[in-house]
């Protein structure tokens, strides 16, 4: 009932059943994250889940999803006495419990680091194609964007590239670049222009 911009988005929110994004690691944020979109009716997108194996069921039975920050760094940062890494089989429970599961590089790493991440999470229970999904596809659904990205299929934007090797392995390289179905950047092109 109040006029402030504020409070009408979040009535606007809360009467689209908008989706609750919440950032949290631990099994206390989790749950209160998740008592709160019970109670609102909304979906829920948890970002982080490190330490969220506990509570795979729970996360599951809200249809929940994920958006996993494997433990990447460009330098050993500052982490606290009281870090943990996340348990090995932590993604394996999650996705058994029926939790889609995006991967997104860690504050301490690189942007740049999607195949990386997607590597990294097979350490913690995904295949090949789950951790390949996790920044494609799942990633697009869980993001709300999959009707325009995540996959390659007819009027979608069509931004992609083309990998020598296989894609999570480190000596992979990018061939290929292309935007709304167009070649951008091409290795092999540009190797032999600079032989010119």
């Not at 889940?49 to 958006?67: I, P, W």
């Not at 429970?93 to 942007?111: E, F, N, Q, T």
């Not at 596809?137 to 299929?153: H, P, Q, Y």
Request: avoid cysteine; charged fraction near 25%; glycine fraction near 12%.
């Amino acid at each position: 009932g109040a006029d402030d911009l504020h409070s009408r988005a979040m009535a606007r929110f809360l009467r689209d059943k908008g989706t609750l994004r919440v950032a949290a690691d631990g099994g206390g944020e989790i749950r209160g994250a998740l008592e709160l979109a019970e109670a609102w009716g909304t979906p829920i997108v948890i970002d982080g889940a490190n330490h969220a194996e506990g509570l795979a069921a729970a996360l599951g039975g809200q249809r929940a999803s994920v958006v996993f920050h494997p433990p990447l760094f460009t330098s050993l940062p500052d982490l606290g006495a009281d870090w943990e890494p996340p348990a090995p089989d932590a993604l394996r429970k999650l996705r058994d419990a029926g939790v889609s599961i995006a991967l997104s590089p860690s504050a301490y790493g690189r942007w740049t680091w999607l195949l990386e991440s997607a590597a990294a999470s097979m350490a913690f229970g995904l295949n090949e194609e789950e951790a390949l999904n996790g920044v494609t596809k799942t990633a697009a659904e869980v993001l709300g964007v999959s009707d325009r990205v995540g996959s390659l299929a007819t009027g979608r934007d069509a931004d992609f590239i083309v990998i020598h090797g296989n894609p999570l392995d480190a000596a992979a390289s990018v061939g290929q670049v292309y935007i709304e179905g167009e070649k951008v950047w091409d290795r092999t092109a540009r190797a032999e222009s600079a032989e010119i």
